[in-house]
C-alpha cells in the first residue's frame, strides 16, 4: 500500500504537475514590461520601442539585465544552454567605450563589482563574490588585461582578462572566408553562444546573415558546473561606461537548454536601434526645464491614453440587466479566471470571436468554463438579445453544452458555457496527428446529438432550430459523450412567425437548397444532420476542392458508391472494428435525410428511431428521386417526394430560429 502510495505521488508529480517539466525556454523578439527581467543600475526598457538598454551617455555606471528565474539541471541531465541575441553599440563620444557582456552566473547580485574594464562583473582582483563565465564584446584596449585590441570578443572566467579571445568578425559560408565586423558601427550584430559538454563556441554574424557554419570562438575546456559550483544559474546582460562611455543595447534574445529546442527570433519583428546623438550634452537650465516639459508632456499622454483605453473598454452596465443579475458574470471574474485572456488559456478561433478557457471558483471546488469574446457594433436589439441568451438557460438536455450565462462590455459580449475538455468532433475525424475514433464511439455520438436535436424539434418550450449543424460545433466531454454547442448567440421568434424573415445562415456543405427560398425549418436542421451523418462515417468534410470530381461533393460520392454497389466503400479507411451492416444504414440514413425535397426527410424523432433500431429504415435506392443530389435542376418538388415515407412539415411554420454562432467555434 506505501509503494502504491509512493508511486501515486510520483505520477501527480510529473504528469499532472507538468510546470516541473517545463524546460525554462524562453524568447524577446522586443522587451515589453520588465515582469521577467530583473534590470539594475543603469538599465531600462524603452517600452515604446521596446529596446533594452544597459549604459548610456553617462560616466561610470553599470548596467545589469538578467531573466528573473534561476536555470536548474537536474543530477541526471547534462548541463547545456544555447543562446541567440541581438545587439547594437553606438558611440557616445570620441574616443568610445566600454562594451558588454552576455553572462552566466550563480548569482545576479554583484557587489564590489567595478564599471570601466570590468564589464560591471569583476573587478581587478577577479570575480570573489559571484561565479560567473562572460562573453565578452569588448570596444576598448586595456592592455593591463591583455587585450588583442579594441574590437574583440573573449570568453572570461571569474576575470576580466579572457582565456580566449579574437577580433570580431564571422566566416561568410557564401563568400568562404572571413570578414570583420566592427562592433562600435550602431547596426545590429547576431550573437550565438553554445555549451554542450566542456566546449563553449561563439558565433556572430550582421543581421539578416544566416549563422556562420564556423565559430569564431571555441573552448574545449569550459566546466561550466565547476565555474559555478553548481547545476545551477542566471542568465542576462551586462554593461558598464567609465571616462570613456558608448550606448549598449539588446534588441532581441532567445535562451534554451539545448540548441535543438532554441527558440527563433523573428528578425521582422526586433525594433529599430534609437538614434542618439554622440554630441555633448548641455546641462544648462534652459535644457534642463525643456527636457523637464517635455517629460510632463509626455506623463499627461500616457495617463490621458490609459484613462481613454479604460472608459473605452469598461464593463457596460444598465438597469434594465437587474432582472438577468444571477445570469451575468463580472468582467474582472472573468478575466482572472482566463488569467487576463492569457494566449495559454486560447481555445481557438470561431466565427465570431475567440473562445479561452477559464476557471471560476464555486462555493466548493473550482468550476472549468469557457469563455467566448464576441464583437459587437451597436446598442440597437441589445435588451432583447441578451433576454434571448439567458433564455437559452432553460434548454436541459445531457446532450447539449450548457450557456452559463454572460458579462457585456462597449463593443464586446462574453458568453459563458460549460468547458469541454475534450475539444471539437471535427480534431479527431479529420486531424491525422490524433489517432482515429472507433466505429462504436462515432456511433454513440451520433445518437447523442440526434437525441439532442429531437429534443430541440419537438420538447423543449419552443422549437429550436438549430441551423449549423457540423462537427466542428460538436463538442466531446470527459467521457467522449457529444454534445452540440452553437447557442452562444441567439434569435428567438415566437411560434408562428415568418421564416423567411430570418437570413439563411450556416455553413456551405451543410445547408439544405431551399434555405434561401424559405428560410429555415426543422427540416433543413435534419439535411444538415444528414450530411453530419456522412462526414462522421467517412472521416471527411462534405466538401473537398482538392478532390477528384467524382469524389469532390460527399453525398454524390456515398451515392455512386451505392449505385455502384459498394456502399461501405465510402467509409473512413481508417476504421478497423465495426459492422458493416450499421455502417451501411448510417450513410443510407444520411442520405435520406439529406433528400433534395423536404418533406422526403424524416423528422429528428424518426432519426432517433432508426439508429437505435426501433424503426426499420423506408425503402429507397440511390436513383430515388433527390438521393444524392445538391440542386434542384429540372425536378419538381412534388417529383421528389418518396412514397413511403409520410412526414408532417407543420413544425417548419412553427418554429423558433437560432442564429449560427458558437461559444465553441469552428476554429477551435
Known sequence: ??????????????????????????????????D??????????????????????TNIQIGHAFFKRPIEFKSSESVSFSTHFVCALLRAGDPSGHGMAFVVSDSTDFKGAEPTRYFGLFNRNGSTSTRVLAVELDISLAPELNDISDNHVGIDVNSAESVISANASYFSDKEGK???????????????????????????????????????????????????????????????????????????????????????????????????????????????????????????????????????????????????????????????????????????????????KGTLPRSRDLREVAVKRVSHEGEQGMKQFVAEIVSMRSLKHRSLVPLLGYCRRKHELLLVSEYMPNGSLDHYLFNQDRSALPWWR?????????????????????????????????????????????????????????????AAVGTVGYMAPELTTMGASTATDVYAFGVFLLEVTCGRRPVEPGFPAVKRFLIKWVSECWRRSSLIDAKDSRLTDFSTQEVEKVLKLGLLCANLAPDSRPTMEQVVQYLNGNLALPEFWPNSPGIGVLTPMALSPASLVIPSLSLSSSSSTNSMFITHSVLYGSGR
Not at 550565438?192 to 543581421?207: C, E, H, I, K, R
Not at 474582472?332 to 488569467?339: F, G, M, R, V
Not at 452540440?484 to 421568434?493: A, C, E, P
Request: positive net charge; hydrophobic residues 40%.
Open 1 to 34: 500500500m506505501i509503494r502504491g502510495l509512493l508511486l501515486g505521488i510520483i505520477w501527480m508529480i510529473f504528469f499532472v504537475c507538468p510546470s516541473f517539466q517545463q524546460e525554462p525556454t524562453f524568447v524577446y523578439n522586443r522587451f515589453g514590461q520588465a
Open 178 to 356: 572571413k570578414i570583420d565586423i566592427k562592433l562600435l558601427s550602431g547596426h545590429p550584430i547576431q550573437v550565438w553562444v553554445d555549451y554542450v559538454g566542456t566546449t563553449l563556441n561563439v558565433s556572430l554574424a550582421p543581421l539578416k546573415t544566416q549563422k556562420p557554419s564556423r565559430p569564431l570562438l571555441s573552448s574545449t575546456s569550459i566546466n561550466l558546473t565547476e565555474i559555478l559550483q553548481g547545476r545551477r544559474m542566471f542568465v542576462g546582460f551586462s554593461g558598464a561606461t567609465g571616462s570613456i562611455m558608448s550606448y549598449q543595447y539588446i534588441l532581441g534574445w532567445s535562451f534554451s537548454k539545448s540548441m535543438a529546442s532554441l527558440p527563433k527570433i523573428d528578425i521582422s519583428k526586433l525594433p529599430k536601434v534609437p538614434h542618439t546623438s554622440t554630441k555633448k550634452k548641455s546641462t544648462s537650465l534652459v535644457l534642463d526645464a525643456l527636457l523637464g516639459l517635455i517629460a510632463f508632456m509626455v506623463l499627461g499622454l500616457l495617463v490621458a491614453a490609459y484613462l481613454y483605453r479604460r472608459n473605452l473598454y469598461a464593463e457596460v452596465r444598465e438597469e434594465w440587466e437587474k432582472e438577468y443579475g444571477p445570469h451575468r458574470y463580472s468582467y474582472k471574474s472573468l478575466y482572472k479566471a482566463t488569467k487576463g485572456f492569457s494566449r495559454s488559456e486560447f481555445l481557438g478561433r470561431g466565427g465570431f470571436g475567440e473562445v479561452y
Open 36 to 57: 521577467d527581467l530583473h534590470l539594475d543600475g543603469s538599465a531600462r526598457i524603452f517600452t515604446s520601442g521596446g529596446v533594452l538598454q544597459l549604459t548610456n551617455a
Open 442 to 502: 462515432r456511433l454513440a455520438i451520433l445518437k447523442d446529438i440526434a437525441s439532442a436535436l429531437s429534443y430541440l424539434h419537438t420538447e423543449a418550450d419552443q422549437v429550436v432550430i438549430h441551423r449549423d449543424i457540423k462537427a466542428a460545433n460538436v463538442m466531446l466531454d470527459a467521457e467522449f459523450s457529444g454534445r452540440l454547442g452553437d447557442f452562444g448567440m441567439s434569435r428567438l421568434y415566437d411560434r408562428g412567425a415568418d421564416p423567411t424573415t430570418t
